[in-house]
C-alpha cells in the first residue's frame, strides 16, 4: 500500500483491466518502447498519466518552454486514450445537463468552450503532421419521438454556439445509414472520428521533439502532495516537481481523494473483419461516425480499412464480461441485417471515468497538485480543453482554471461503499426505460 500526503492508496489501476489486443493496438503507430524511471530526478512539471490530458497538457507546456516530465505505468495511451470508439464530438459534457446542474449562467459560460475541443484536435493534428485518420461527421440518433426531441433541444443549443449542424428525418437518415432501425437524428458537421491511440502517439511524439520526457512502465506507488514540491515515487525512481498534474482518469483509482469523485466503469469494443468498400458504404454511407440517444448506448464508426468498429454495453458493477462479441453481436446485426453473422477480429475492453453529474472535474488536491478527470464517455475533445486549462493554471493563468474548479460536484449515492451497487440499481432502471420507450 502506497502512500498519498499521508493517505494510503489502493492497488495500481492497470492491473485490473484486461490486457486483449484492440484493433487500434493492432495498427498503432508506435516507435520503440520508451525507458521507464530508474533514478531521482526533479522537474518544473510533473505529469501522471500519458493519456490525451496529460500528454496535451504536456504538449502546450513544451511549446511554452518548459521541459514536463509524464509518468506512464505501462504505456503511451495504454488507458482510454487508446481503447475509446474515436468519436470526436463537440461541448464539454452534456450542455443540456449544465444548464441542470449549474445554471444558465454558468452553462452560458460553459458554452463558450463548446468548438474548442475539435479545434485543438484540428490544430494539432495539421501542425504535428499526425496520421490518426481523423475524418468529419458525427451523427446522434433517435429511437422514437421522445429521444427527437431531445435532438431539437441539443439543435437549438448547437446553433446558440455556432455550430454547424442539422436536423435528420427517416428518409434523410439514409444519406449517412443503411438501417431503418431510426426515426431520424442530429448531424454535426464539423465533429467527426479518428484512430484515437494514434492521435496520443502522435502528440507524444511532437512533445518529445519538444524536450518533454515519457517514461513509461512506470506506475507511481506513492505520492506525497504536502511538502511545498510534491515528490511521486515509482518502484525504481522519483521526481521531485514544482507542480504536480493527476491525469489518469478511470484508471487513477489510487488516489482517495481523487477516485470518489468518479466511478470507473468498462465498456466494450469490437472490430469486424474488413468489409470491402461496397458492403461498408451500404451500412455507413457518409462515413460519419454514430451514437444513439439511449442512456446505455450503441456508438460505431468505419475505420480506415473499411472494418465497422462497434462499441457498447458499459458494464455497471465493474466487471467485464467472457465474451464480449457475443455481448456486442446482436446489437450489431440489429442495427445492420448485412452483417449479419460477421467476422469479429478484434474485442477489448477499456474504463471510462464516470462523474454523478457527467460533467468532467477540474481542480486541485493540495497547492500544487492539479487533477483532471470524469470525461464520462465523450474525453476526446473535452479532455485537450483541460489539457489546455491545466497548462494555463500551471503558467499562471487561472481564470479557466477557477472557473471549472469552481464548478459544484455531487458524489455518488452510497458512497466508497454502496456506490456501485446504487450505480447497478440505476442503470437497471434505465435499461428498463430503453427497452420500453418511457
Known amino acids: 500500500m502506497a502512500v498519498l500526503g499521508g493517505i494510503r492508496m ?3 489501476y492497470f492491473e485490473n483491466v484486461p490486457n486483449s489486443l484492440s484493433y487500434y493496438e493492432a495498427t498503432a503507430n508506435r516507435s520503440s518502447k520508451r525507458k521507464s524511471l530508474q533514478a531521482s ?15 496535451s497538457a504536456a504538449l502546450f507546456l513544451a511549446e511554452k518552454g518548459y521541459k514536463p516530465i509524464i509518468l506512464e505505468a505501462v504505456s503511451v495511451g495504454w488507458g482510454a486514450s487508446g481503447r475509446n470508439g474515436g468519436h470526436l464530438v463537440n461541448f464539454i459534457g452534456s450542455h443540456q445537463k449544465a444548464m441542470q446542474f ?28 499526425i ?19 431531445g435532438l431539437k433541444q441539443e439543435y437549438q443549443l448547437m446553433q446558440k454556439y455556432d455550430i454547424e449542424s442539422q436536423l435528420l428525418d427517416r ?3 439514409k444519406e449517412h445509414l443503411g438501417t431503418n432501425l431510426y426515426c431520424g437524428g442530429l448531424l454535426d458537421v464539423n465533429a467527426g472520428h479518428l484512430h484515437p491511440l494514434n492521435l496520443v ?9 519538444l524536450g518533454g520526457v515519457i517514461y513509461e512502465n512506470s506506475p507511481v506507488v506513492s505520492i506525497n502532495t504536502k511538502d511545498n514540491m510534491p515528490l511521486v515515487k515509482t518502484n525504481k525512481g522519483e521526481i521531485r516537481c514544482k507542480k504536480l498534474l493527476l491525469c489518469g482518469n478511470g484508471y487513477l483509482n489510487i488516489v482517495p481523494k481523487l477516485g470518489y469523485r468518479i466511478l470507473s466503469l468498462p465498456t466494450h469494443m469490437v472490430a469486424t473483419e474488413p468489409l470491402g468498400k461496397k458492403l461498408a458504404k451500404q451500412i455507413l454511407p457518409s462515413n460519419a461516425c454514430v451514437s444513439d440517444e439511449r442512456y446505455i448506448l450503441d456508438y460505431y464508426r468505419l475505420s480506415q480499412d473499411y472494418r465497422l468498429l462497434f462499441g457498447g454495453g458499459v458494464t455497471y458493477g465493474v466487471k467485464t464480461p467472457k465474451d464480449i462479441e457475443a455481448k456486442l453481436r446482436p446489437n450489431i446485426e440489429n442495427i445492420f441485417s448485412q452483417l449479419k453473422g460477421v467476422k469479429i477480429d478484434y474485442t477489448w475492453s477499456g474504463n471510462i471515468g464516470i462523474s454523478f453529474s457527467r460533467f468532467p ?23 485537450h480543453v483541460f489539457g489546455e486549462i491545466l497548462s494555463e493554471a500551471v503558467t499562471g493563468y487561472t481564470k479557466n482554471f477557477l472557473f471549472f474548479s469552481k ?8 458512497g466508497r461503499k454502496l456506490r456501485a451497487v446504487y450505480s447497478i440499481l440505476g442503470s437497471w432502471w434505465y435499461t428498463l426505460r430503453d427497452f420500453i420507450r418511457i
Open 10 to 12: 489502493k492497488k495500481p
Open 361 to 383: 472535474q477540474i481542480g486541485k488536491v493540495d497547492e500544487n497538485t492539479y487533477f483532471a478527470q470524469g470525461y464520462s464517455g465523450d474525453g476526446i475533445g473535452a479532455s
Open 201 to 209: 502517439l502522435g502528440e507524444a511524439a511532437a512533445l518529445e521533439k
Open 171 to 173: 428518409e434523410e437518415l
Open 41 to 55: 530526478q526533479e522537474a518544473d512539471v510533473c505529469i501522471v498519466g500519458a493519456g490525451y490530458t496529460g500528454i
Open 102 to 129: 449549474f445554471g444558465h449562467k454558468r452553462a452560458d459560460y460553459i458554452g463558450r468552450f463548446a468548438k474548442k475541443g475539435v479545434s485543438i484536435v484540428r490544430q494539432l493534428t495539421k501542425k504535428y503532421k
Open 131 to 149: 496520421n490518426c485518420g481523423l475524418v468529419s461527421k458525427n451523427i446522434c440518433v433517435a429511437y422514437d419521438a421522445k429521444q427527437m426531441e
Open 407 to 414: 464548478l459544484p460536484w455531487l458524489p455518488f449515492p452510497g
